[in-house]
């Protein structure tokens, strides 16, 4: 899979794929790798992304372990936070505010929204930080860097799991019914992984060079809650504001997810923009991050 | 000879100052974070940049184990960077026969949270193991570090030795066809040492090739069949070991195992006496830059006496490489002990014994000095030369059939007694 530009005859990159010169020519055997300089171009080594597929296994092994390691509370922290959250925006946004949330009771409205955005926030934030407190790793030995970044994704889809526990329970509470709908929850959480995927690959390998992203993450994560109808629903929004909520690839993700789950109607091209936007995101991403990915050892 | 790697023109720049020259506003360092990535990336005109490789051309083949040797920042690091990925090259190729394992330090991913064996497997697969390979050899590499019992304690409770033990288990259960190395000799006690060591050999007697870095000269000497010294990004020497050492050590001290003044000027001293040329020389009397250790060899002095009537004393103190002192010698023997000397040129040696001191580079002070009537110094030069001690014909020399580090100053090759009792203990 090529990630267009750049592409000369010779920019084929390591391992395993065809080198750039013929057997003949070389009069030997063909290298197994190729080293070339960092002015060659972009592509996505998809066989060597397989090649080190384990890696990204005890990358996210290791994301999930040491991050309830020495705490008392260990892994109850990934109910603890969307419960927590969840009570205190129903406090404020169900009771005194008053917030109307259709056919959906208001706490089971926020989890739902929270829970993904909780994956996609955490997730986003931890694979900012990852190259740069990697970088011992990053200095010393050679691997895909991605799967630095991806792994605090994958270790976040760990958590999400575990406190998708708590929208099972809520939603028996509430006496929500199955519907044909609920098939789609796995679709929404992979566009969402999609999404964080591909803004944490971009912010993490800006903050290697740029380490602001760092200062100016949280309050991005922020704003963008607030632009996102994750604690309110979309209709509350003038009809003005919703075609730029529409850009906010989070509104569609979210508000399919909930749809989902209900059993409601989808809004199809709603979804549909979000995930066109998602994919055109994660493209862009991968580009960035390839192109800056030689010089993070010299400059990290 | 099958080649293992192959360098081609290879060159790295970096950058010699900050990440951006001088000051930058908020404006333009968005501008930059937007257009980065669309940038090739250019060094401007160069003149803030520097060169830690250039031109590098080498062919290693396989089977070959390949010492690096230079002084801090001659390239040595960044080349092994480049070869083992890390960074690429400004300009040049490498290629690479063979699955290639790097050591650029100890504990390679290790996390200070996760026990011993949750490490072995997240460092393996770092380093490129399968999991499957690192689940065959699990036992093997907890039983080669000898912490089966500290198994599931988190390494940070480790002691540094226990964890360096450790750490390198891992990296020895590597199978590459090419192994770098980056002076990871350096860790644990001298059994430890020995273990890796002979790890290395096994190594290399399977075929493998090994290249790698170190400060150890006589570690380099022994181990190695070629050796490559690097200078401000150049290769400036490739071949034997020993030779290649001997230049490193030479351009290390400014000077080499002989030293000759070119004129009286120059020639350190007084208008009493002036040397002339020091040089190391062997029993056969021709200049020697390496000397094995069980041979003996002199410390030649040639000095002109330009006043008569003077008692000199020729004076050598010996150096080794971390600066100890191994001794000072005068000469109290010859017939010029008590005797004035005519004004001439005087040759004087000092003969030091095989089987005495320890290998490794040594460097020499050399002084012509007067004790009648009263302590005068005439004549003193520093580091007048240098060169080395061998042992690499171990059925020589004290080192038997040991080849890790030997500790002490002095190796002397001494009388051994050993008797067995008449009746059995059991």
């Given amino acids: 899979m090529d990630l267009q530009a750049n592409k000369s005859p010779q920019s084929q990159t390591p391992v395993t794929t065809q080198p750039a010169f013929s057997k003949q020519e070389l009069g030997t055997e063909k290298p197994h790798a190729l080293i070339k300089s960092e002015e060659e171009g972009v592509q996505l080594n998809v066989a060597e992304l397989w090649d080190f597929r384990e890696l990204l296994y005890f990358l996210t092994l290791r994301d999930v372990k040491v991050r309830y390691k020495q705490t008392l509370m260990g892994i109850a922290w990934v109910l603890i936070q969307p419960v927590l959250t969840m009570f205190i925006f129903t406090l404020v946004f169900g009771r005194f505010v008053k917030v109307d949330t259709g056919a959906i009771p208001y706490p089971l409205f926020a989890l739902s929204g929270l829970l993904l955005w909780l994956f996609f926030a955490n997730s986003v934030t931890n694979s900012t930080q990852s190259l740069v407190s990697n970088s011992n790793l990053i200095t010393k030995v050679y691997f895909p860097r991605m799967f630095v970044p991806a792994a605090s994704v994958t270790a976040g889809i760990v958590d999400l799991s575990v406190a998708f526990l708590l929208l099972v329970v809520l939603t028996g509470y509430y006496r929500v019914g199955l519907s044909w709908h609920n098939l789609l929850l796995p679709f929404f959480v992979l566009l969402m992984t999609m999404l964080a995927l591909s803004v944490g690959l971009l912010f993490s390998a800006l903050t290697v060079k740029y380490r602001d992203l760092r200062h100016a993450l949280p309050f991005i994560i922020q704003i963008w809650l607030f632009a996102s109808p994750v604690i309110y629903p979309a209709t509350v929004v003038p009809e003005n504001w919703r075609l730029l909520m529409l850009l906010n690839p989070i509104a569609g993700i979210v508000e399919g997810f909930r749809a989902s789950l209900m059993g409601l109607p989808f809004n199809w091209p709603h979804i549909a923009i979000a995930g066109g936007i998602t994919l055109l995101l994660l493209l862009v991403s991968f580009y960035v991050f390839r192109r800056l990915e030689s010089s993070f050892a010299d400059v990290i | ?426």
């Fill in chain 2, 1 to 426: 000879m099958r080649a293992a790697i192959t360098i081609e023109n290879l060159s790295k720049r970096y950058r010699s100052g900050g990440l951006h020259p001088g000051y930058m506003t908020f404006r333009e360092m968005l501008g930059g974070i937007i257009t980065a990535p669309f940038r090739k990336q250019s060094f401007g005109n160069g003149t803030n940049t520097i060169w830690a490789l250039r031109d590098v051309n080498l062919n290693i083949n396989h089977g070959e184990l390949v010492g690096i040797i230079g002084h801090n920042g001659a390239g040595k690091s960044t080349l092994l960077k480049i070869l083992s990925r890390v960074t690429k090259p400004t300009t040049g190729q490498v290629k690479l026969y063979g699955r290639v394992g790097s050591l650029l330090e100890v504990g390679t991913g290790f996390h200070p949270d996760l026990s011993g064996r949750e490490n072995i497997f997240l460092s393996g697969a770092i380093l490129g193991m399968r999991r499957a390979e690192i689940d065959r050899k699990f036992d093997e590499i907890l039983a080669f570090s000898e912490l089966e019992q500290f198994a599931e304690t988190p390494v940070k409770w480790y002691s540094t030795g226990m964890y360096v033990r450790l750490a390198f288990s891992v990296a020895a259960h590597l199978e590459p066809e090419i192994l770098m190395m980056d002076e990871v000799l350096a860790v644990g006690d001298a059994a430890f040492q020995q273990k890796c060591l002979d790890k290395m050999h096994q190594i290399r007697q399977q075929g493998r090739t090994i290249l790698f870095v170190s400060h150890d000269m006589a570690a380099i000497t022994r181990l190695c069949k070629r050796a490559v010294l690097l200078e401000r990004g150049q290769i400036v020497g490739d071949g034997i070991p020993q030779e290649i050492v001997n230049q490193y050590l030479s351009s290390n001290w400014k000077t080499g195992a002989d030293h000759e003044w070119a004129g009286p000027s120059e020639a350190p001293g007084n208008d009493i006496v002036r040397l002339r040329r020091v040089r190391v020389c062997d029993e056969s009397g021709s200049t020697v830059s390496a000397v094995s250790i069980h041979n003996p060899f002199a410390i030649e002095v040639v000095y002109d006496v330009l006043k008569p009537g003077h008692v000199l004393v020729p004076v050598i103190e010996l150096h080794n490489e971390q600066g100890v002192e191994l001794f000072s010698t005068h000469d109290t023997g010859s017939e010029w002990r008590h005797k004035p000397r005519e004004a001439a040129r005087y040759t004087s040696s000092a003969w030091v014994p095989g089987n005495l001191l320890a290998e490794g580079g040594l460097v020499a002070h050399v002084s012509i000095m007067s004790h009648i009537p009263a302590t005068t110094l005439h004549a003193h030069e520093r580091n007048a030369i240098a060169f080395q001690l061998v042992d690499n014909q171990p059925e020589d020399s004290a080192r038997g059939d040991y080849v890790g580090p030997m500790p002490g100053i002095v190796r002397p090759l001494l009388k051994w007694t050993t008797t067995a009792a008449a009746t059995s203990p059991i």
